[in-house]
């Protein structure tokens, strides 16, 4: 196994969580939030997509799914384009009132694209620095495993969510 497939293997595993957290769920049911100030199951799985959407982007060198093929507008949230989640109250996210078929499109968008940048990625890249803002310098293997360590947490909690939905 290599660096490309074990990483592939990774998102592939948040891939499957986001489907199975999501399946079968109405809109009102992915924004049920356990208390007032919690997160919903689709502030969740939009905010795992949107973070690695637009980290994957940026050491990838090309625009975000988000933007570029539309998802913005089919999403049409009351905030920012640019809006990842990071910052976000809890009126934000009960903003984020939206299908499942949405979110895993989505999900599934960004994932194919992570998919062809990882597919290219050799070892040696992993040392390239992509982050000149942090001590030490962030490279690009601390960043992929970043973003999936990001990915796992939320999938996690959004299944945590499910589960604790009323029926």
Known sequence: MNIAELLTDGFGRVQEVVHEVVDGLSADQLAWRAAEDANSIAWLVWHLTRVQDSHIAEVADTEQAWTADGWADRFALPF????????????????????????????????????????????????????????????????????????????????????????
């Open 80 to 167: 920012s384009p640019d809006a990842t989640g990071y910052g976000q109250d809890p009126a934000d996210v009960a903003g984020v009132v939206v299908g499942s078929d949405l979110l895993a499109g989505y999900y599934d968008a960004v994932h194919e694209r992570t998919v062809a940048y990882l597919a290219k990625l050799t070892d040696p890249d992993l040392d390239r620095i992509v982050d000149t803002n942090w001590t030490p310098h962030v490279t690009l293997g601390v960043r992929l495993v970043s973003v999936l360590d990001d990915d796992i947490q939320h999938a996690g909690q959004a299944a945590f969510v499910r589960g604790i939905l009323p029926v």
